[in-house]
């Protein structure tokens, strides 16, 4: 079965201070992505990877970046916190099927930062 | 704006009622998907609706997709306690097939 496993599960952070979020799949995917997730707005992409060593913006990238250095971790960098990203930070992986892509999403990371 | 949109925001239905829930989206789309999170998970595909298709069913769940209009259906028959959960729409399109849109999603609350 699909698996995608993040960490940590809650993190609180101070604003200014630098936030790492991991993401683990074990399903082979080429693809992952990072999505926020806020009332009223349903989830947003923040970056995508096709690939270890590849990071792509998404549509609301500001203040984010990302880190995929092998096809299983995906990471979400935030170099200087602020209290506008506090949040629910979903992963997602996809496999490529045809014409179609279904992503399979993590647990989820809420932060708070104060 | 958001690209899709769901409607009804929340709705609420007695345990093996039907409901339906409905999509608008303002783009042109490969696939559309639904979703369901509950709650303190991720979203979970429910279906897949590719733009040359007209419906799709999965067990208790039947989408439609009416391309002209840019609106799709999610009904859910005989509904469960556990089919309680947010309903999102998510388009994808050409070659960003997983760049998805999603919409605000729709509460779903089934009364015992």
């Known amino acids: 079965e699909a698996a995608v496993t993040q960490s940590p599960r809650n993190k609180v952070a101070v604003t200014g201070g630098k936030v790492t979020l991991s993401c683990n799949q074990t399903?082979?995917?080429?693809?992952m992505y990072w999505y926020r997730q806020d009332t009223g707005h349903g989830l947003r992409l923040i970056h995508y990877s096709y690939g270890a060593g590849s990071t792509e913006k998404g549509d609301i990238p500001d203040g984010y970046k990302a880190s995929r250095p092998s096809q299983e971790n995906f990471s979400l960098i935030l170099e200087l916190a602020t209290p506008s990203q506090t949040s629910v930070y979903f992963c997602?992986?996809?496999?490529?099927?045809?014409?179609?892509?279904?992503?399979?999403f993590g647990s989820g990371t809420r932060l708070t930062v104060l | 704006s958001q690209l899709a949109e769901e409607n009804p925001w929340a709705l609420s239905v007695h345990e093996g009622e039907s409901v339906t829930v409905n999509c608008s989206y303002k783009t042109s789309i490969t696939a559309l998907q639904w979703y369901r999170q509950k709650s303190g998970e991720g979203p979970a595909q429910l279906i897949l609706i590719r733009s040359n298709e007209r419906e799709k069913r999965n067990g208790r769940l039947r989408a439609t997709l009416d391309t002209s209009s840019q609106s799709s259906s999610l009904s859910i028959t005989a509904t469960r306690c556990e089919d309680t959960a947010v309903y999102f729409c998510?388009?994808?399109?050409?070659?960003?097939?997983?760049?998805?849109?999603f919409g605000a999603g729709t509460q779903l609350i089934v009364i015992p």
């Open positions: 998510a388009t994808g399109r050409g070659s960003a097939l997983g760049r998805l849109h």
């Open positions: 399903n082979n995917h080429n693809n």
């Open positions: 997602a992986s996809g496999g490529l099927g045809f014409s179609a892509e279904t992503l399979y």
